[in-house]
């Protein structure tokens, strides 16, 4: 079982254009998306689900269709904590905060703090990310580091950079989930996702459900993870 399942929730707007109505229509659609698959993950007793909310090139869409995202992502917010709480879950944000409106920083600002407790899944909301936006900013934190005199560029390894990274306290996935038929990463966890597992699927994220999310998993199952090594080695 993976402890880290990564998903790109795409095909909102596909969805929402098949059936004639305006983006914001999936978008709405999508969050019984994101209720059953929370829900899967933590009856799977997986540790971390890092759901792809909104990237930093999303803030070059319509103004229109973000205002209705932002307000969406507050509606959901205020209609999903109690069962998030009961059902001990822990919310965690990624990305550029200082994008992000104050009320809406606000409304998720509350909900971390009354889930900080909670020992279940913990679900990683990346809001306002990009895997080069964050990779840019643990250089220059680690450029200022080596500027100051308190680290050597000799002294830079692999594990310097992975815990300079907004990730730092979260285990890199074990399986990335994208939905709707795309084959990218779209500047996701780059770093991170070096030695996932990838899986795509065709289906819409509105129509992405439970037994969707359990066929990603069983799939996972049926791979074998080397690592580098060979089959003989982690026999």
């Not at 709707?180 to 992405?208: C, K, M, V």
Request: hydrophobic letters at 35%; aromatic letters at 8%.
């Amino acid at each position: 079982m993976p402890k880290h399942v990564a998903v790109i929730m795409d095909g909102n707007g596909r969805w929402a254009k098949k059936r004639g109505n305006q983006r914001i229509f999936g978008h709405r659609n999508g969050v019984q998306s994101v209720r059953e698959t929370v829900r899967a993950a933590g009856e799977l007793e997986i540790d971390y689900l890092t759901l792809y909310a909104f990237s930093t090139e999303n803030w070059n869409r319509p103004k229109k269709e973000i205002d209705a995202l932002m307000s969406l992502l507050i509606t959901s917010i205020e209609k999903e904590t109690p069962e998030l709480i009961k059902n001990n879950v822990r919310l965690v944000t990624i990305g550029d905060q200082s994008l992000i409106s104050e009320k809406v920083k606000t409304k998720l600002d509350g909900l971390i703090a009354k889930t900080k407790e909670n020992t279940g899944l913990t679900v990683v909301l990346a809001l306002s990310y990009s895997a080069r936006w964050e990779i840019t900013m643990a250089m220059q934190q680690i450029a200022k580091s080596i500027e100051s005199g308190d680290l050597k560029p000799e002294e830079v390894t692999e594990q310097t950079i992975t815990t300079t990274l907004s990730t730092a306290k979260i285990p890199d996935p074990d399986l990335l989930i994208r939905t709707s038929g795309e084959h990218r990463i779209s500047n996701f966890l780059l770093w991170q996702i070096a030695y996932a597992e990838l899986y795509f699927t065709e289906t819409l994220w509105p129509d992405f459900r439970a037994e969707n999310f359990y066929e990603a998993i069983y799939a996972y199952q049926q791979r074998e993870r080397r690592f580098g090594k060979t089959s003989e080695q982690i026999l």
